[in-house]
């Protein structure tokens, strides 16, 4: 007869109590017995939550005929993460809490905290939440194209092990991103996932053919193929999706308060290059011309991401303007740089001064002192 799985676990919970009876405010569930899928095969995911500070020396990982049964702690605060997806992903980790069935409560307040986690995960899945999930998306994405870049050495170096590896850390992360972008999790797991995934809007075209052919193949340069196409029209799901976002409200006046530490940027760039400092020249007028072009992509509303996104697609508002393209100049030529850090330096004073907005500089420190008199007379009145 197949083991009752469910005895084993009264026998854990119970013995749990009268070791630590005051220290356990749930025990759970969940897995395959939660969602009523479970075989003869099936372990029994459970678990405990210790209470706030709590660390009782329960914890049990043991075969009983064979089957596993693995009794470990989550705290709260990890169990919050796994709801919000923050802790091993959104992908994979909200199932466990979504599924959790108890087999005890120590009080009202634990029960409440655990319905609270749960309502926390279907809202992520709503409308409402869907810009919030878009951004996650978009954050999570260079995991995709750091996992690629092992993909292609383990291609060129590696066993054909190595290549398996790196193909399922390949596809954990493009799966981060899809799940994100979906709003919707792997409540099985990678078990069933391509019946999982194909409930999802959002996939990259022939999605499920390419992953069988991803980890089934040994041609390397197939594998290489696929993934890059999947990186590629995964990314380009993402920006459809980021060009769904809501405008951000912004106003031009907070490029005027930016004003004096990019004009020190500015400043140290021009020293560095008369120093003769190529790297160093390089590296800072990349930070500013970068950090100028994110500004005016807020001011248009346009969410950015430096991880994320390539430089033409942030600075689509400073190229309209005209302004200086330092980064397209050559880093040896410390002279021309210089000059044209100092022209994208009055090129933009200038387009703020049309623009009316405030600039915080003093000639003195007598109209800097001014300055601060005014305005704690203005703070008083």
């Known amino acids: 007869m197949p083991m009752d799985v469910f005895a084993v676990a009264d026998l854990l919970t119970r013995h749990a109590l009268q070791t630590c009876p005051d220290q356990i405010d749930l025990v759970g569930y969940y897995g395959s017995h939660a969602q009523g899928t479970a075989t003869e095969r099936s372990d029994l995911d459970i678990f405990y939550v210790p209470a706030d500070g709590a660390q009782p020396p329960i914890h049990r990982s043991i075969l009983i005929d064979g089957v596993l049964f693995d009794f470990w702690g989550i705290s709260w605060a990890t169990l919050e993460g ?69 993909l292609r050495l383990a291609s060129a170096e590696g066993e054909i092990s190595d290549v398996r590896y790196a193909v399922w850390q390949f596809l954990g992360a493009v799966l981060e991103s899809l799940a994100l972008l979906n709003q919707r999790f ?114 248009t509303g346009s969410g950015w991401d430096g991880n994320f996104h390539r430089y033409g697609e942030l600075a689509e508002r400073y190229r309209e303007l005209d302004l200086p393209d330092l980064m397209a100049l050559r880093a040896d030529n410390l002279d021309v740089l210089a000059a044209a850090v100092r022209l994208l330096d009055e090129e933009w004073r200038q387009w703020l001064r049309a623009k009316f907005v405030p600039i915080p500089e003093f000639e003195t420190l007598e109209d800097f002192r001014r300055s601060l008199d005014d305005t704690d007379q203005s703070n008083q009145s």
């Open 186 to 299: 792997l409540s099985r797991g990678y078990a069933d996932l391509l019946t999982q995934t194909r409930e999802w809007t959002s996939l990259p075209e022939h999605f499920a053919d390419r992953l069988l052919l991803l980890i089934s193949t040994e041609d390397r340069a197939l594998i290489l193929n696929i993934a890059e196409r999947l990186a590629v029209e995964t990314r380009r799901l993402l920006r459809a999706a980021q060009a769904t976002l809501p405008p951000e409200e912004t106003t031009p006046d907070f490029l005027g308060g930016a004003y004096p530490e990019l004009r020190g940027t500015f400043d140290k760039a021009v020293s560095l290059a008369e120093r003769g400092d190529i790297a160093g020249t390089s590296a800072t007028v990349r930070a500013g011309q970068y950090e100028l072009a994110r500004m005016l992509a807020g001011l």
């Open 82 to 150: 796994f709801a919000l997806g923050t802790v091993r992903g959104w992908a994979l980790a909200p199932a466990l809490v979504w599924h959790t069935q108890t087999l005890h409560v120590r009080s009202g307040e634990a029960a409440a905290r655990l319905a609270a986690l749960k309502r926390r995960i279907a809202h992520l899945q709503t409308t409402e939440a869907r810009p919030e999930m878009i951004r996650r998306a978009l954050a999570a994405f260079p995991m995709t194209l750091a996992h690629l870049g092992n």
